[in-house]
Structure formats: structure tokens, C-alpha cells
Antibody, heavy 125, light 107 residues
Framework: QLQLQESGPGLVKPSVTLSLTCTVS??????????WGWIRQPPGKGLEWIGS???????YFNPSLKSRVAISVDTSKNHFSLRLSSVTAADTAVYYC?????????????????WGQGTLVTVSS | EIVLTQSPATLSLSPGERATLSCGAS???????LAWYQQKPGLAPRLLIY???RRATGIPDRFSGSGSGTDFSLTISRLEPEDFAVYYC????????FGQGTRVEIK
């Protein structure tokens, strides 16, 4: 059974870079039919897709966050990571990592079928 | 960016009743690339429906999805107590975006 687990600081100061890691177990991060994504949810609000990565390193991001986001994958550790720079209070949210279905024939990123439990990150001085 | 608008914001129903949730897209969603997720308080979202009408593994057949182009819907044929939750649609045909959610609450 595939499992994903987010890890990282629960409190970060404004203007710094938020860093989170998602460790994958029960499956390989290099599967050709998977991709990996980050989604966030501010307290009491809806879901916002942040960005996604394929094991090859190919990425794509939410245009509204693209200038501040980096996502990387470490195949040796079977994990992938999120970095969000210049954070403000508006970045306070539960951050989820997830596995998606990748159509390797057409190169399409599709639905998200496994999610981590989420981790709350609060931006405050 | 494709904007998804879900309606209604809140649906108040009793167990056993039928629920119909709508998701409208600002542009046509290619190849019916639309999914529905259920989220309960304190938990991660769970995939219910993908490709507009395909049920995910383990999802009961009281959940069904339909639609194409700019108009999609999720139907729960008979509400069970565990179905009261928030439901989100997501399109993955052009980048990815989520709707703002519909809360299904007990009347």
C-alpha cells in the first residue's frame, strides 16, 4: 500500500523559505506511471494546487506561485521536496503531498489518487 | 487558467436523500479531465471520481459522475451518514485547478 508522509517545520518566519519533504513508502518514486505533487489548504478554505514533478525532474507549477516555488525529487531516498520562498502569513496552510496518475503515452499529468495526511505550516514571527 | 465554480456552496439533506453537486468550468475541460474528491474534517481529500465518470478503487456505486465540456456533476444516490463532508472538483486538462467546494451537511 502506497503511503506518503510530509515532514518539515511547523512554524516559519515571514520572508524565509519554507521547505517540506514527502517520503514515499510502499512504492517507487521512479514509476513511469506516477507523478508527485504538492497541494495546500489555508485554514477553513479550499484546496490550491502548488506544483508537480515527474521522477525525471520535469516540473510544472501553479502560475500564481511559480516565481516562488521549487520542487525537486531525490530518487535515492524515494522522496520529493517543496521549497516556497519569501513566505508571508498568506502562505499559512496545511500542505499535502500526493501521488498522481501520469499518462506516459501522452505525457499528461492526471488525477491525484494517494495523499499524505498533511502538515500544518504557520508563517509567523 | 480554468476557473471551476461549484454550486451550491452548501447542501442540506437528510440521510437517504439524493445529492446532486455541480461544477462549472470557465473553459471547456479537455477529454473530460475532471475529478471529484471528498474531504472530511482533519483528513486529506480522497479521490472519488476521475475522468468525469470513472469511480476510483473502493468507491461505492452510490457515487456517480457525469458531464463534459464546461458542465459536470457528482451525484450521491442515497446519502449515508459517512457521506456528509466537503466535495471538491478538480480539472487536470489544462494545468490543474480546484473548485471552491460544496459542503453536504445533515438537515
Amino acid at each position: 500500500q502506497l503511503q506518503l508522509q510530509e515532514s518539515g517545520p511547523g512554524l516559519v518566519k515571514p520572508s524565509v523559505t519554507l521547505s517540506l519533504t514527502c517520503t514515499v513508502s510502499g512504492g517507487s518514486i521512479t514509476s513511469s506511471s506516477y507523478y508527485w505533487g504538492w497541494i495546500r489548504q489555508p485554514p477553513g478554505k479550499g484546496l490550491e494546487w502548488i506544483g508537480s514533478i515527474y521522477y525525471s525532474g520535469s516540473t510544472y507549477f501553479n502560475p500564481s506561485l511559480k516565481s516562488r516555488v521549487a520542487i525537486s525529487v531525490d530518487t535515492s531516498k524515494n522522496h520529493f521536496s517543496l521549497r516556497l520562498s519569501s513566505v508571508t502569513a498568506a502562505d499559512t496552510a496545511v500542505y499535502y503531498c500526493a501521488k498522481g496518475a501520469f499518462d506516459y503515452v501522452w505525457g499528461n499529468y492526471r488525477y491525484l489518487d494517494y495523499w499524505g495526511q498533511g502538515t500544518l505550516v504557520t508563517v509567523s514571527s | 487558467e480554468i476557473v471551476l465554480t461549484q454550486s451550491p456552496a452548501t447542501l442540506s439533506l437528510s440521510p437517504g436523500e439524493r445529492a446532486t453537486l455541480s461544477c462549472g468550468a470557465s473553459q471547456s475541460v479537455s477529454s473530460r479531465n475532471l475529478a471529484w474528491y471528498q474531504q472530511k474534517p482533519g483528513l486529506a481529500p480522497r479521490l472519488l471520481i476521475y475522468d468525469a465518470s470513472r469511480r476510483a478503487t473502493g468507491i461505492p456505486d452510490r457515487f456517480s459522475g457525469s458531464g463534459s465540456g464546461t458542465d459536470f456533476s457528482l451525484t450521491i444516490s442515497r446519502l449515508e451518514p459517512e457521506d456528509f463532508a466537503v466535495y471538491y472538483c478538480q480539472q487536470y486538462g489544462s494545468s490543474q485547478t480546484f473548485g471552491q467546494g460544496t459542503r453536504v451537511e445533515i438537515k
